[in-house]
């Protein structure tokens, strides 16, 4: 049974460029979430999709979006990168109102230079 | 969480000590806890939960306990193994929201053999 898988595993991109980043659910779950890591700190949500809306979003701005498909799988987009936006990104699945853990993937490293 | 940066508070144990890593949470509704433990270039994997109509719960070699009065949750690893090093983390929802995640800053863990 495949957990959650985030691809890729490493990016590095330069200011003002964009970026999409991939993630495909545990299976039997059908709620997306994301989350930046800085380096050093806890994850901090950015926002959460089901039913391939949006349903929640952190204190983020409009630069980071997103989209669900209807396999669940998820991206995340960044527009006009900055240097504070290099992190590790993580995907969380879950089951949508259920009282459960979220399942992380191993995240991608975002470098921007 | 606030940031503390890149210094983590940092908890070193002999092998074979137990360890207790404690969180604090300052939301009364805060309803349902969980740990999770990251390793070096990984996600954060689950450990353990606790929903908030309990004091104590038993895992294989750890325990979580819950205060709700001092809003102070622990995690106790029972015979600290090398393999128990990394971060830890506690996150917790809130009462009405099983779906979002708020997350601490973490505690690294180092066993020293």
């Known amino acids: 049974d495949a957990g959650v898988t985030q691809s890729p595993t490493h990016l590095i991109k330069t200011r003002g460029q964009q970026v999409t980043l991939r993630c495909s659910p545990k299976?039997?779950?059908?709620?997306v979430s994301w989350y930046q890591q800085a380096l050093g700190q806890g994850p901090q949500f950015i926002f959460q999709y089901y039913e391939e809306e949006e349903r929640q979003r952190g204190n983020f701005p409009d630069r980071f979006s997103g989209h669900q498909f209807p396999n669940y799988s998820s991206e995340l987009n960044v527009n006009a990168l900055l240097l504070g936006d290099s992190a590790l990104y993580l995907c969380a699945s879950k089951i949508m109102d259920r009282d459960q853990p979220q399942h992380f993937g191993d995240g991608t490293r975002l470098s921007i230079l | 969480g606030e940031s503390v940066g890149l210094h983590l508070p940092t908890l070193s144990v002999q092998e074979g000590d137990n360890s207790i890593i404690n969180c604090a949470y300052s939301?009364?509704?805060?309803?349902?806890f969980i740990w999770y433990k990251q390793e070096s270039g990984k996600g954060p994997q689950f450990i353990i939960d606790?929903?908030?109509?309990?004091d104590k719960r038993q895992g294989q070699r750890v325990t979580v306990l819950l205060n709700k009065t001092v809003k102070h949750l622990s995690l106790q690893i029972a015979a600290t193994q090398p393999g128990d090093s990394a971060v830890y983390f506690c996150?917790?929802?809130?009462?009405?929201?099983?779906?979002?995640?708020?997350f601490g800053s973490g505690t690294k863990l180092n066993v020293k053999p």
């Open positions: 606790i929903r908030s109509n309990m």
């Open positions: 939301n009364s509704a805060s309803d349902y």
């Open positions: 996150a917790e929802n809130r009462v009405g929201n099983f779906n979002k995640f708020y």
């Open positions: 299976s039997g779950h059908d709620t």
